[in-house]
């Protein structure tokens, strides 16, 4: 079975600063990654994913993600963060073993970037 | 980017009537189609996966006739919730997948509130 951890409800960080949200995930066989945002009463909004190819993948809104498959994590990374980056972070995985489909979606981490 | 539509965004339905909820995908076709249920300061619940022109694979735990599901295009899927009931508000999701191996992406929400 596969599954996300999101260790942290909550992030603070200052404005300005760099910013991690950290996931980790289990799977069978390779992970799709991906990470979402959903802000208050509205869907999801796709920021970035890892298919195959390069660790480090750039997504929107200055967002990426470095996936490091010995630790299985997936972090998700800004150098440098904005209050309109204040909202719900979403990390998910798809296993790809046997064709499988279901994406798997986190807990949510919930970002603050202060003033 | 590939954008999904829900429409309503928000109803209110008295207790025992039954509330249809559409999700298009508007410009891409989409052979899989999900539908989520999020809960207040919750993940994303997976109710079910539709695959156009095939019946709906439901999760374990969620009631088939209660929420009937009809992907009758590549661009529209339809969840009804039938003879609604209180507990059955929340935040219902739906996302379509572009592609075998492509992220999915969200309609913005659908807001059931049942009296």
């Known amino acids: 079975a596969q599954s996300v951890a999101q260790p942290e409800d909550q992030v603070n960080v200052a404005e300005g600063n760099p910013l991690t949200v950290k996931c980790t995930y289990s799977?069978?066989?390779?992970?799709?990654l991906f990470w979402y945002v959903q802000y208050p009463n509205r869907g999801l909004q796709f920021l970035l994913k890892?298919?195959?190819?390069?660790?480090l993948v750039k997504g929107s809104y200055g967002f990426e993600a470095e996936f490091n498959k010995s630790q299985t994590s997936f972090h998700l990374k800004k150098p440098s963060a904005l209050v309109s980056d204040s909202a719900l972070y979403f990390c998910?995985?798809?296993?790809?073993?046997?064709?499988?489909?279901?994406?798997?979606f986190g807990i949510g981490t919930k970002l603050q970037v202060i003033p | 980017g590939a954008v999904v539509s829900q429409h309503p965004s928000r109803v209110i339905c008295k207790s025992g009537t039954s509330v249809k909820i559409e999700c298009r995908s508007l410009d891409f076709q989409a052979t899989t189609m999900f539908w989520y249920r999020q809960f207040p300061k919750q993940s994303l619940m997976l109710m079910a996966t539709s695959n156009e022109g095939s019946k709906a694979t439901y999760e374990q735990g969620v009631e088939k006739d209660k929420f009937l599901i009809n992907h009758a295009s590549l661009t529209l899927s339809t969840l009804t919730v039938t003879s609604a009931h209180p507990e059955d508000s929340s935040f219902y999701i739906c996302s379509a997948r572009d592609g075998g191996a492509g992220e999915q992406y969200f309609g913005p929400g659908t807001r059931l509130t049942v009296t």
């Open positions: 890892y298919i195959t190819g390069d660790n």
């Open positions: 799977v069978s066989g390779n992970p799709y």
């Open positions: 998910a995985v798809r296993d790809t073993f046997r064709g499988y489909q279901k994406v798997t």
